[in-house]
């Protein structure tokens, strides 16, 4: 054994050798592996060989339109220009080699359109979502919806229709009384495209004053004293208004 390593305190000495084996190991496994491993550029090529081997499937919106003009100007400027046809018509590449043969799929019943549009907690606030159970039951969607542009034929008549699950948490709470427009201004734009147009929040501690502080006339609600409680806070840091007694 060379000097230095003989000098060398027992755990030092142990933490060389299991690196000298790790090292070793790693460079007896990589010269064993097959070239095109070692070679990313071979790699690349041979992934690029394999996928441009399968067959085309897909065969792209911009395809779609050719044909289907009013329908893809239609989608274009409706809430879903986002999503591709083939997202619900299914691969198209084979409808248009043989358009007279072969027909894609257009979902018809209840069951499609819920998979992006069943109510789910992880979706974004304001994505029109449902609980198809009770949503104009037994209807197919396209009865009232047209797919390619599926603005409702009227806008929702109260705010649970999308914040249900905030209705929900508000109806147990101390505030169940009270309605959504007690404490939030809300356009009617914001039930047409509620992601571009919002309805206000209290922005000050004195909205929430008018009923809680000690100045306030309204009797029931808890008070405090504005000038001493919290004072470097709005309300809602501390409290979730839809439910307040419970504190972030």
């Not at 000097?3 to 027992?10: A, H, I, Q, T, V």
């Not at 050798?17 to 070239?35: D, K, N, Q, S």
């Not at 009384?177 to 147009?197: A, F």
């Amino acid at each position: 054994m060379p000097r230095f390593l003989r000098n060398l305190p027992d755990p030092a000495l142990r933490l060389v050798i299991v690196a000298a084996v790790v090292i070793g190991t790693v460079v007896v496994v990589y010269r064993a592996l097959p070239a095109s491993f070692r070679d990313p550029d071979r790699n690349i090529q041979a992934t690029i060989e394999r996928e441009a081997g399968k067959p085309i499937r897909y065969a792209g919106a911009t395809m779609c339109a050719t044909c289907h003009e009013e329908q893809a100007a239609k989608k274009q400027a409706g809430y879903h220009r986002d999503i591709s046809c083939e997202t619900c018509h299914g691969p198209g590449e084979a409808h248009v080699e043989s358009p007279g043969d072969v027909k894609p799929p257009a979902p018809r019943d209840r069951r499609f359109c819920p998979a992006c549009h069943a109510f789910d907690p992880s979706r974004p606030m304001g994505f029109p979502q449902i609980n198809p159970v009770t949503h104009n039951p037994m209807k197919a969607c396209i009865e009232c919806h047209n797919a390619h542009d599926p603005k409702p034929p009227t806008v929702p008549g109260e705010c649970a229709a999308c914040h249900a699950e905030i209705e929900r948490t508000k109806s147990l709470s101390p505030h169940a009384l009270l309605t959504c427009t007690t404490c939030h201004e809300v356009p009617e734009q914001h039930k047409i495209t509620p992601r571009t147009v919002d309805a206000s929040k209290p922005r000050g501690r004195e909205f929430c004053g008018q009923c809680h502080s000690v100045e306030s006339k309204v009797t029931g609600p808890p008070k405090v004293d504005l000038a001493e409680h919290q004072v470097k806070y709005v309300c809602w840091q501390c409290h979730y208004p839809h439910m307040p007694e419970v504190q972030r």
